[in-house]
């Protein structure tokens, strides 16, 4: 006698299937919510469907899935740089936004000091 198809699945509880994968629940919503992984829910609670007990952790197949991509390493290699790029720009802002802080401060600091106020 062979086994069918939905003897092979297995729904598990979304915590058991977070501590099985080394995924935390809130990523595992997250792939819920976007569609990322089959899903389906009973009373209230989320189950996930995992096909194979011994499936491999699902972080592993996320990263396998990258290395497979059909983008060129090209394409990804200039939106890293592009996404370098805006790092470094934001970086330099928030560093001239913490000299603006700081001599505004230092301004601030000066007229408040006893100096400048009036004797009474």
């Not at 805006?86 to 330099?92: N, S, V």
């Amino acid at each position: 006698m062979s086994a069918s198809p939905l003897d092979q699945e297995n729904w598990m509880p979304l915590m058991e299937y977070a501590m099985k994968t080394g995924v935390s629940l809130s990523t595992l919503r997250r792939y819920i919510k976007s569609g990322k992984v089959q899903y389906k829910s009973e009373s209230g609670k989320y189950l996930i469907l995992c096909k194979d007990p011994a499936e491999t952790s699902f972080s592993q197949q996320l990263i396998d899935f990258d290395r497979d991509s059909s983008e060129p390493l090209g394409i990804q290699s200039t939106e890293l740089e592009k996404l370098e790029g805006d790092l470094r720009k934001a970086q330099e802002e928030i560093s001239e936004l913490k000299m603006l802080v700081a001599i505004y401060e230092e301004r601030l600091f000066e007229n408040l000091s006893p100096q400048n106020s009036p004797i009474l």
